[in-house]
């Protein structure tokens, strides 16, 4: 059945592709006069690019057959030794030329490109933004997302199909990255993003504690609260678990792609992994000096929290050398005795008393909530991201939010006999 799926397939697209070129070069237009082709060399040249875009795209097509045929039931490949050890850096674009910016960073700080090899998988067939890519020749590896038909999208959401477009994106590059590459881990990230001198050091320092902690499943590169007045800046070695997936620059292995792959969403990806039956309890590890940064204000998401947000995210720029650190302390079983025990031991006190500087110490110290609506108010209060996804505020970590207020750090927590987190908080 699957060879006959595919002669019928090459059959089509070699019928296909001969219609195209008889339409674009047939007798008629071949005897006009030479004025005459002059006159319409542009509409000539047009056709001629859409003929090869097709071209490739049929031959994309053909290739990802099996793919496509077989998706449900993919089975990964046999790791393969020369690939297993790197980790993959997954850029994933579409129809942006400013990619060049994300990747000449990427590049420029990248020291070995056996251990992070580049992967640019794009959708979209935007000819300006396939040379930019092309243009960085064998620095990397470019691929093309092969289906460009329009999704099924239900009425109500029609104005928001490119998020769907985007998580089908996402699952084909990933099975790419998994599977035809077979790397055991990837870091995904934008088109639209900058990147921190130790990016690669901040990753490849946290990569073997995700292997060794099954209470995580993935390392970002972002904080959500990472604005220039909410961190300490002079402390950019800092890290933290976090129970927020924050995604904007995250690694995550083979193994949680394969428990993910066969329910992946046809839209809104990144809340569907921060719903509890994707979460499963688990954490992520991230840092206090975000090592990410978008520039991407214009986007699906129309610039959606980008103004009062995303702009003002710092991007660290003093370099840590993360691998010669000891980070066995972000391991759940110590990090819950002593980072969640050293949080409430910080003294308690008022907003009153902290916005009228009446404290007379300099140490960390704790605010209480106790619903929804005495946290939200707070957060907003501090200028923190105030929303939750699926009852989890951004950034907590069981119920936890660090931030510096005045230069001084601050906690919010719930009561310390806290237990889970409540879904209906939205």
């Given amino acids: 059945m699957k060879k006959n799926r595919l002669v019928a397939l090459v059959l089509f697209s070699i019928f296909v592709w001969l219609g195209i070129n008889h339409f674009i070069l047939n007798d008629n237009f071949i005897a006009k006069p030479n004025n005459y082709l002059d006159e319409n060399l542009d509409d000539f040249e047009l056709r001629l690019k859409i003929e090869v875009e097709t071209h490739n795209l049929i031959r994309e097509n053909i290739k990802q057959l099996n793919y496509s045929s077989h998706e449900d039931s993919y089975q990964f490949n046999k790791p393969n030794s020369s690939n297993s050890s790197s980790v993959a850096i997954v850029v994933i674009a579409c129809n942006r030329p400013s990619i060049s910016r994300c990747i ?23 000819e300006r933004t396939s040379q930019v890519i092309k243009s960085f020749g064998r620095e990397l ?31 084909w590059a990933l099975n790419q990255v998994f599977n035809t590459y077979n790397y055991g881990t990837a870091i995904i990230v934008e088109d639209d993003f900058d990147v921190a001198p130790d990016f690669y050091e901040y990753f490849k320092a946290t990569l073997p504690i995700l292997q060794k902690d099954e209470t995580l499943w993935c390392v970002s590169a972002w904080n959500d609260n990472g604005k220039f007045a909410l961190i300490d800046r002079n402390d950019p070695k800092l890290l933290y678990r976090s129970d927020f997936f924050p995604g904007l620059g995250w690694m995550l292995t083979r193994k ?33 000096l975000s090592r990410t940064k978008t520039f991407g204000k214009i986007g699906v998401s129309n ?62 110290v704790r605010i209480i909530y106790y619903t929804k609506n005495n946290l939200k108010s707070l957060m907003k209060l501090f200028g923190l991201m105030d929303d939750f996804k699926s009852g989890v505020p951004r950034t907590a970590y069981k119920g936890i939010i660090s931030f510096t207020y005045d230069n001084r750090r601050v906690y919010l927590t719930p009561i310390k006999e806290w237990q889970n987190y409540d879904p209906s908080w939205q």
């Avoid at 949680?256 to 992520?284: A, F, N, T, V």
Wanted: aromatic share 14%; net charge positive.
């Fill in 141 to 171: 590896i470019h691929i093309h997302q092969p289906d460009q038909k329009e999704i099924k999208v239900p009425s109500k959401e029609k104005k928001f199909s490119g998020y769907f477009k985007i998580s089908r994106h996402y699952k």
């Fill in 303 to 364: 610039g959606l929290f980008y103004e009062k947000h995303l702009k003002y995210i710092y991007l660290n720029e003093l370099p840590v050398d993360f691998t010669k650190l000891n980070l066995t302390y972000l391991l759940k079983d110590e990090y819950d005795t002593n980072f969640v025990e050293m949080v409430y031991r910080a003294p308690l006190v008022s907003i009153n008393e902290l916005k009228n500087k009446q404290i007379s110490h300099s140490d960390p």
């Fill in 104 to 126: 000449n960073k990427l590049l420029k700080y990248r020291k070995s490109k056996d251990d992070f090899p580049i992967i640019v998988s794009q959708d979209c067939i935007h």
């Fill in 256 to 288: 949680i792609w394969i428990e993910l792959m066969h329910k992946w969403p046809h839209s809104y990806w990144d809340d569907w992994m921060r719903h509890p039956d994707q979460r499963k309890g688990r954490s992520c590890i991230r840092p206090e």
